[in-house]
Antibody, heavy 123, light 106 residues
Framework: EVQLVQSGAEVKKPGESLRISCKAS????????INWVRQMPGKGLEWMGR????????NYSPSFQGHVTISVDKSISTAFLQWSSLKASDTAIYHC????????????????WGQGTLVSVSS | DIQMTQSPSSLSASVGDRVTITCRAS??????LNWYQQKPGKVPKLLIF???TLQSGVPSRFSGSGSGTDFTLTISSLQPEDFAIYYC????????FGQGTKVEIK
């Protein structure tokens, strides 16, 4: 079964660092980019950025550039989302999602999603 | 950044109603437009990709149309399980989601 399994919920204090994970299984990890999507409490979906597991090329939304870091470890088919200094406003559910893309066609969508990781930041 | 604007933000409808949700892009996204459904406490589910192609397993009462800047998601006969939030997404230039449309029971 193709799936993305994310790490568990986190409770952190402002200023702390954090790395959450997204482990892929059931497909060839390097064949599909991984995206990260934020969903603040009661709000909509916000695309944060993506990574090509083949070469770790990343592409960030301007809204998140410099605030988070996306990385992968191909050896364990896992993508990561990392903060060096959390803020209360980082409280949200973070989803990873696989990019399904067919070259030279408008097929470019997020077909498989992780279950989401709830990050709570409070003093 | 390409901005995506959905309308309405919410709507009330009855089972059996025809429902239409509109998504407008701030510049042309060709047909790089997808629709997702999200139910409370669940992850988003891909319904339609490339503006009008139904994802495998999605009921045929869902349809999508449009190209360029204006797109539509239509549910031909609303079913109880369709009450959810619907998001459009452009993937022409990186990615952006619309703000969502909540479909509620009338």
């Amino acid at each position: 079964e193709v799936q993305l399994v994310q790490s568990g919920a986190e409770v952190k204090k402002p200023g702390e660092s954090l790395r959450i994970s997204c482990k892929a299984s059931g497909y060839t990890f390097t064949n599909f980019w991984i995206n990260w999507v934020r969903q603040m409490p009661g709000k909509g979906l916000e695309w944060m950025g993506r990574i090509d597991p083949t070469d770790s090329y990343t592409n960030y939304s301007p809204s998140f550039q410099g605030h988070v870091t996306i990385s992968v470890d191909k050896s364990i088919s896992t993508a990561f989302l990392q903060w060096s200094s959390l803020k209360a406003s980082d409280t949200a559910i973070y989803h990873c999602a696989r990019r399904w893309y067919i070259n030279a066609s408008p097929t470019d969508a997020f077909d498989i999603w992780g279950q989401g990781t709830l990050v709570s930041v409070s003093s | 950044d390409i901005q995506m604007t959905q309308s309405p933000s919410s709507l009330s409808a009855s089972v059996g109603d025809r429902v239409t949700i509109t998504c407008r892009a701030s510049q042309s996204v060709s047909s790089y437009l997808n629709w997702y459904q999200q139910k409370p406490g669940k992850v988003p589910k891909l319904l339609i990709f490339a503006a009008s192609t139904l994802q495998s397993g999605v009921p045929s009462r869902f349809s999508g149309s449009g190209s360029g800047t204006d797109f539509t998601l239509t549910i031909s006969s609303l079913q109880p399980e369709d009450f959810a939030i619907y998001y459009c997404q452009q993937t022409y230039s990186s990615s952006t989601f619309g703000q969502g449309t909540k479909v509620e029971i009338k």
